[in-house]
């Protein structure tokens, strides 16, 4: 069963400091894998994507790895702003399952003054 | 304008009333989908449709239809509402064409209670 797993479940940081968000997949063949960022109460927003053959991809403050053979993911946030207090989903979508992405539970950060 | 609306963003009803919640688009995609959401779980997908004449069952179909009036309107009903569908539900568009990733871009979400 293709599966999404992230960590940690919850992460609290001050603001501007760093930090990273983990994402281990079992979803075959392997298509891309994404990172949303969903504020409460709205949809989720993609922040990046990612192929087979890309291993980094940044968005600003963002930056998301990838490690095909391992099936594992990070999103990491450099100088929190309190504005990226949201959940992070990562979804991973298979080649052979079209139009059908797995979800993970999502990682609700906060980010305190 | 939203790219992807939603209508009702708010909804209570009762135990057994028949509900609908509908899906506006205006990004010219074909895949249209259909996600619940509870709290401190991930989107699970209800139903999903690549075209109009397309409707595909998605994990969690059971006490759920959908209707896709056209390629820009997809509709969610729940014939009978019963208080385990409460939740936040979420319409989703894609472009899956061989140049993209089948990026989903969602709408603003449906908050349903039912009593």
């Known amino acids: 069963k293709n599966q999404v797993e992230q960590s940690p479940q919850s992460l609290i940081i001050l603001e501007g400091k760093n930090c990273t968000l983990q994402?281990?997949?079992?979803?075959?063949?392997?298509?891309?894998l994404r990172w949303y960022k969903q504020d409460t109460g709205r949809g989720p927003v993609s922040l990046t994507i990612?192929?087979?053959?890309?291993n980094t991809k940044s968005n600003g403050r963002y930056t998301a790895t990838l490690d095909a053979d391992t099936k594992q993911s990070s999103l990491h946030i450099t100088a929190s702003q309190l504005s990226d207090s949201a959940s992070y989903i990562c979804?991973?979508?298979?080649?052979?399952?079209?139009?059908?992405?797995?979800f993970g539970d999502g990682t609700t950060l906060t980010v305190k003054p | 304008d939203a790219d992807v609306t939603q209508t009702p963003r708010n909804r209570i009803t009762k135990t057994g009333k028949r509900i609908m919640l509908e899906c506006s688009q205006t990004?010219?995609?074909?895949?249209m989908y259909w996600y619940r959401q509870d709290p401190g779980l991930g989107l699970r997908l209800i139903y999903y449709?690549?075209?109009?004449?397309?409707?595909n069952k998605g994990e969690i179909s059971d006490g759920y239809s959908v209707s896709r009036q056209a390629q820009a309107k997809f509709s969610l009903s729940l014939e009978s509402a019963i208080p385990n569908q409460t939740a936040l539900y979420f319409c989703?568009?894609?472009?899956?064409?061989?140049?993209?990733?089948?990026?989903?871009?969602f709408g603003e979400g449906s908050r349903l209670t039912v009593l």
């Open positions: 990612m192929t087979f053959s890309e």
């Open positions: 994402c281990n997949y079992t979803v075959s063949p392997f298509s891309n």
């Open positions: 979804v991973v979508s298979a080649r052979t399952n079209a139009g059908k992405s797995t």
């Open positions: 989703a568009t894609s472009d899956q064409s061989a140049t993209n990733t089948g990026e989903l871009f």
């Open positions: 449709s690549f075209d109009v004449k397309d409707i």
């Open positions: 990004k010219g995609h074909d895949r």
